[in-house]
């Protein structure tokens, strides 16, 4: 029985797929609430690198604050990368 050979294209796709992983390791994005009291930094696959508190005349309310800050600057920096994972994919597959 004859196995049926590999796609075209099979090689091709798996050094993309290594490329595009290897852009996402290397890719940054940062994002800040609350005027630069919180800041956070996560790499291209969403993971969180850097969370950065300005603690400057913190108070318990002021805490809650950054709290909810922090929930927001991570969620927005999960967003970029999931942005440049979409226009990597389309870049390097060439889908629109």
Not at 13 to 36: F, I, P, V, Y
Not at 41 to 62: K, N, P, W, Y
């Amino acid at each position: 029985m004859d196995e049926e050979a590999p796609a075209a294209g099979t090689a091709d796709d798996h050094e993309k797929r290594r490329r595009l992983l290897d852009r996402l390791s290397q890719a940054r994005m940062t994002a800040t609430r609350l005027n630069g009291l919180v800041e956070v930094e996560i790499d291209g696959h969403g993971e969180l690198l850097r969370l950065g508190i300005d603690t400057t005349g913190l108070d318990s309310a002021r805490l809650r604050l950054v709290e909810s800050g922090i929930v927001e600057a991570i969620n927005d920096a999960e967003d970029q990368s999931a942005d440049l994972e979409e226009r990597l994919l389309a870049q390097i597959f060439g889908e629109q």
